[in-house]
């Protein structure tokens, strides 16, 4: 199998021009993107998209979902394609790139192999997954996953937003519900580019992060009871503070997870304290941990870990506690094949690069379960995301489309 040449680089110029186009759509307040799925804003982006994919040459496939497919072809009609994308959703006060750089890096490479007459074997189709975001239907990566078979679509279309909309009815409002079966199609590969989403890359001076796996979480939500009291009468020794017993239990997760490194992570974000008044003592807290690691068995672990400390610490503070699991996503291991392409479109072009782990959820993490794949990172300014202020440069787009070019056409079997 040939691989191309390292002088092959995509148009940078034209792929930035595209995002900043893209991104007029759906303005936010604040520099960014309001662009949530299902919206007018996001149908305008989609006939935009498909204009490109159109005067690309491609013919452009929609699925029940709403999922967007151009396709290259290529010059065996039976070779299953290789797939590249990534979500033109985004946050309500999200950025430009946040999944935009993952398909208009996909439709810049299609330009250039048609600017450079390249052909493959495989055809190359470029992907936008609807409601990659899940802030306005929950939950995140909703048509990825049923396209991968881990949600059931009647299940996904009933989603509600804030404003009981479903999911089903506001795909059909804006036009975009396609024939095609969800999860009909089957991959040799798939590619996503994306943004860090975290400060790694910049810090290091990295081009590129090479995704080997994806962070696994686990939530577990853990009730303290103790006794209200007032905070000014009530004795020292005679209390039973739910807060403070978290605040100990806060502590054995943070220790629990250093002792876990360098990968694990734990911390709790979701807090309620009852009654929250500034003269009562808490007589209960509720507070979901969420712990993180690329290894399941770690994950575990620190779970279990938890939960003995935390019984011991409620036992000699005369609290109750209880555990209820909420919610978890199992980690990723891409598949080496695909990312070893991505390493040595890397090394071939001359970027620096690293191994790293992704730590958000993403389209690419439930394909993965259908199709052999990898994910390509480039670095963004202070690792910020779903922020408006969410910056990359042009050098950065262009060097994370270029390995992604050099992935694809290698897996996709340029013909020479
Ligand atoms: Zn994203």
Known sequence: MAAPGENLRINGDRLWNSLMDMAKIGPGVAGGNNRQTLTDADAEARALFRSWCEEAGCTMGLDAM??????????????????????????????????????????????????????TRHPVVVTNWTNEEGTRFAPAMLASGVFAGVHDQSWAEAREDATGKTFGAELDRIGWRGDEPVGARKMHAFFELHIEQGPILEAEGKDIGVVTHGQGLSWTQVTITG?????????????????????????????????????????????????????????????TVDFRSPDLAVIQDM????????????????????????????????????????????ERLGYSHRNIISGAGHDACWINQVAPTAMIMCPCVDGLSHNEAE??????????????????????????
């Open 227 to 287: 006794k209200e009291a007032h905070t000014g009468s009530t004795p020292m020794p005679m209390r039973r503070n739910a807060g403070l017993g978290m605040a100990r239990v806060l502590e054995a997760v943070e220790t629990i997870a250093r002792a876990h490194g360098p990968h694990a992570v734990g911390a709790a974000g979701h807090i309620d304290v009852y009654p929250n008044s500034r003269n009562v003592i808490p007589g209960k807290v509720v507070f």
């Open 303 to 346: 779970e279990t870990q938890m939960k003995e400390q935390a019984r011991k610490i409620c036992e000699d503070m005369q609290l109750e506690v209880s555990f209820e699991k909420v919610g978890g996503f199992d980690p990723v291991t891409f598949d080496p094949g695909c990312v070893a392409a991505v390493r040595a479109a890397a």
């Open 66 to 119: 709403g999922n967007m497919f151009a396709a290259r072809a290529g010059t065996d009609p039976q070779a299953l394609p290789v797939y590249v994308g990534s979500h033109l959703d985004t946050q309500p006060t999200g950025g430009k790139y946040d999944g935009v750089l993952g398909v208009l890096g996909g439709l810049e490479i299609l330009r250039t192999m048609n600017d450079l007459g390249i052909k």
């Open 391 to 416: 910056e990359i440069t042009k050098e950065w787009a262009a060097a994370g489309a270029d390995v992604l070019m050099h992935a694809v056409i290698e897996t996709a079997e340029v013909i020479t």
